[in-house]
């Protein structure tokens, strides 16, 4: 596979579309262990109409998002590698969102890295950490886990 995955490739592996696709890029991979990914905030996201209209801020709800959509596409790549198995029918559920931390807002222009490791897996269920930079601050972090079906 060759890196950068950009929007072509990334709508191949994950069901999302706009306005909920929430992964511009993928920077770097290693299937079945981490990913990382990134977000391009732009003031024109449909969320800031009202989150909030006089001082817009991305919802942490869509920040644990979109670390699980990078953790998604990581899922998806190491099925692929581990099995001629089509997945492309099956869809990621949460399961559980533990551990969440948001520790500094962020606003339009801001590049989101997402940074997603699996702790534990199965075929079918995963249990993964995740971590949202803006630059080298972190601003998110959270611990979920995941059924693929």
């Known amino acids: 596979m060759k890196l950068p995955?950009?929007?072509?490739?990334?709508?191949?592996?994950?069901?999302?579309?706009?306005?909920?696709?929430?992964?511009?890029?993928?920077?770097?991979?290693?299937?079945?262990?981490?990913?990382?990914?990134?977000?391009?905030?732009?003031?024109?996201?449909?969320?800031?109409q009202g989150h909030f209209p006089q001082k817009?801020?991305?919802?942490?709800?869509?920040?644990?998002?979109?670390?699980?959509?990078?953790?998604?596409?990581?899922a998806v790549l190491s099925m692929q590698e581990d099995s001629e198995d089509s997945i492309n029918s099956k869809l990621i559920y949460f399961m559980s969102i533990d551990k969440v931390k948001f520790r500094k807002p962020v606003v339009p222009g801001d590049i989101l890295r997402l940074e997603a490791e699996k702790l534990r897996g199965s075929s079918r269920v995963w249990k993964l950490t995740?971590?949202?930079?803006?630059?080298?601050?972190?601003?998110?972090?959270?611990?979920?886990?995941?059924?693929?079906?």
């Open 5 to 48: 995955l950009l929007y072509e490739d990334i709508i191949k592996l994950l069901p999302h579309r706009y306005p909920f696709l929430l992964v511009d890029k993928v920077i770097d991979i290693n299937p079945g262990i981490s990913i990382i990914a990134q977000k391009n905030v732009t003031n024109n996201e449909y969320f800031f």
């Open 130 to 149: 995740g971590k949202a930079f803006v630059e080298n601050s972190l601003v998110a972090e959270a611990e979920f886990a995941a059924i693929i079906e």
């Open 56 to 74: 817009p801020i991305m919802p942490g709800v869509l920040i644990i998002e979109a670390m699980a959509q990078a953790a998604g596409i990581m």
